[in-house]
């Protein structure tokens, strides 16, 4: 068994707000092993991306970790000061940001932005170095070496990506998170894209943590994943099992509900109602609500807890004996 | 013979491009070319492609947003019970040709005015085609506030846009375009916006309204699994041109054209167990059809009304 890289353990952050505090990430536990890519799925809203800021300690001002712990590979993130954190980043884990691509600076070289990255983290390096690395990167996802000595506005949303990608990779990251890469692009150029990072990860054992709200996306990219509702983690496990036999009525919810262009044309089932608000305090399952599955056995008092029921398969207390 | 809500004949909409302030050279883009389908009444057809493909300006073309700059749209008309062509209509009639065909809009968040309560929003297509009176109109919004699942009334009509969720917007919006009674409404990416689990209701509405209704719809959208789910039949755009119309099934399950083919297989599967193909862009079986039927037809029928286009697309795709 390959040993876990990033391991999370009963993260909560809020953000403060006027109106209340917004509990966006509730007792959220996970962990990546070398070389394993990681889905994390979910609604907007239900805390994806905060989740993916607080390992990078990028969170907003406002946004405070009450308790919990991030390891990277054993060195605790949470309370690291902003010096010891410029180490972190890039090194150690580097994202992917949703809509990445519109982020290039318009008036720089795409070359030039990537050996910033690379001077910043190793200043001992010479810039026909650093060129040869930010070649042979570009090889990896695709693109031609004269991107190199190109404008962003000179390349397609594909190939910005792409070069997105390569900059994410250029301090050999152990962990790379990729939030959303793909959202912004055609069907097609996203299937490129997709390829392209299953090949780097594969190619340089990377973990790679991928969230997504396409749940269709995650079943290709991931060999774990974890289901998140209302800022929990309702249910987690290897991926192929999750979609095999789903336990939360959450994930079963969403599985039913997305179209598929293989297979029967199956009817459809949506979920009646809206995720509830964060700011409210919520006691007991925040699922029972809209949850098809409520029974008069069920006890919506009942506190949300992971339980175990399988290797590695963990699903809420409440989804313990399937329906 | 079914009878057409719609019927669109050689579309085209080009637009004049400068080189620049000082260029006199005039480049000229063709968004959409030479398109041709027709919608029978209860039907619906899909319209994918990537994205800048002409699929939204073919709609504000057939909704005349955008007057188009070629070719033939026929409407039919309740009265003569015939196909009429849009051209020849003077300005009252164009607007009550207005009232039979609406749009539905992809952003619910900017779609409804943010200063206008529901009860504005749904009423004012009744107010500017001046039908009922009054109390008339505000009962037909309450009524197609249940119509569309906004239940009880009384609590959505006196809100703003901004106090409720994007589903419900959406529903707000469907419920402004039907209120109009209209045959034929165009969907630009109704639900691209939309979270999954949200999306398969409003999807789920609209198919009800359609059958209780008997409303046509044109369907926009890059995402092949919803089109799949919503529309009778699909047609594939590429390139300001329709490159493959037929059944949605047989589309699917037997696609011809390349482009086709790579925009099928480039949709991922919900199961980790599936291996998708990897497709690669061969024009042989496209070329084995133009060889047979020859390519003075823009558009061949290979049977079972399954349409490839004969247009030369090497090297595009």
């Known amino acids: 068994m390959s040993k876990e890289v990033l391991s999370v353990k009963n993260l909560n952050m809020h953000y403060e707000t006027l109106s209340g505090d917004v509990h966006a990430v509730k007792d959220v536990s996970f962990s990546v092993k070398e070389g394993e890519s990681f889905g994390l799925v979910g609604e907007s809203g239900c805390g994806k991306t905060s989740v993916a800021m607080s390992l990078l300690q990028l969170q907003a001002d406002n946004a405070k970790i009450s308790s919990g712990s991030i390891q990277l590979d054993g060195v605790e993130l949470v309370g690291m000061n902003e010096s010891e954190l410029r180490k972190v980043r890039w090194d150690g884990i580097s994202i992917v940001f949703q809509g990445a691509m519109n982020a290039w600076n318009p008036v720089v070289k795409v070359g030039e932005q990537i050996r910033e990255a690379i001077r910043e983290h190793y200043p001992e390096k010479s810039k026909a170095e650093n060129t040869e690395k930010i070649e042979s990167l570009f090889k990896m996802v695709g693109l031609d070496a004269a991107v190199i000595d190109r404008f962003p506005h000179e390349l397609s949303g594909g190939m910005k990506q792409r070069a997105i990608i390569a900059l994410a990779l250029s301090c050999d990251p152990k962990v790379v998170i990729a939030d959303e890469p793909t959202t912004a692009l055609d069907v097609v150029i996203q299937d490129q894209i997709l390829k392209e990072i299953k090949k780097v990860q594969e190619l340089l054992g990377l973990s790679l943590i991928y969230i997504s709200h396409d749940i269709a996306v995650i079943a290709e990219m991931t060999d774990r994943m974890a289901v998140m509702y209302a800022g929990r983690i309702v249910e987690s496990g290897p991926t192929s099992e999750i979609f095999a036999s789903p336990r939360h009525s959450y994930t079963k919810a969403l599985l039913e509900s997305t179209p598929s262009v293989v297979g029967d044309r199956v009817k459809l089932n949506s979920l009646d109602g809206e995720p509830p608000s964060l700011i409210d305090e919520i006691s007991g399952c925040s699922f029972a609500p809209r949850c098809p599955n409520r029974t008069t056995t069920c006890n919506p008092e009942l506190d949300m807890e992971l339980v175990e029921i399988g290797p590695e398969h963990y699903v809420d207390i409440c989804n313990k004996e399937s329906h | ?317």
């Open chain 2, 1 to 317: 013979m079914k009878k057409n809500v719609i019927e669109v004949r050689n579309l085209e909409k080009y637009y004049e491009v400068s080189g620049g302030f000082f260029s006199r050279k005039k480049d000229i883009v063709k968004a959409v070319d030479d398109i041709s389908f027709e919608i029978p009444f209860g039907e619906s057809l899909g319209l994918v492609g990537q994205s800048g493909c002409g699929k939204t300006t073919t709609a504000r073309a057939l909704c005349l947003l955008d007057p188009k700059t070629g070719g033939d749209v026929k409407f039919y008309n309740n009265e003569t019970e015939d196909m009429e062509n849009i051209d020849n209509l003077d300005d009252d009639e164009l607007k009550k040709f207005r009232r039979n065909i609406q749009m539905i809009f992809q952003d619910p968040y900017e779609s409804l005015n943010p200063r206008w309560t529901i009860k504005d929003i749904i009423l004012e297509p009744l107010n500017i085609h001046n039908i009922g009176d009054l109390q008339d109109r505000e009962e037909a919004v309450v009524e197609i506030l249940k119509t569309v699942g906004l239940t009880p009334a009384s609590n959505y009509l006196p809100r703003y846009p901004h106090e409720l969720s994007g589903g419900q917007r959406q529903r707000v919006s469907i419920a402004r375009t039907l209120i109009m009674k209209p045959k034929f409404v165009v969907c630009d990416e109704p639900t691209s916006m939309l979270d999954v689990s949200i999306r398969i209701s409003i999807m789920d509405l609209m198919l009800n309204l359609a059958k209780d209704l008997e409303v046509s719809y044109l369907y926009i959208t890059h995402d092949l699994a919803v089109a799949r789910y919503m529309c009778n039949r699909i047609a594939v755009m590429f390139n300001g041109k329709i490159v493959e119309i037929a059944e949605t099934e047989e589309l699917l399950n037997n696609p011809i054209h390349p482009y086709t083919k790579r925009l099928i297989s480039s949709i991922p599967v919900p199961d980790p167990s599936y291996d998708r193909k990897v497709y690669d862009v061969n024009y042989d079986e496209l070329d084995a059809i133009i060889a047979k039927h020859g390519n003075d037809n823009p558009m061949v029928d290979i049977g079972n009304e399954h349409y490839i286009a004969t247009h030369d697309v090497k090297g595009l795709i």
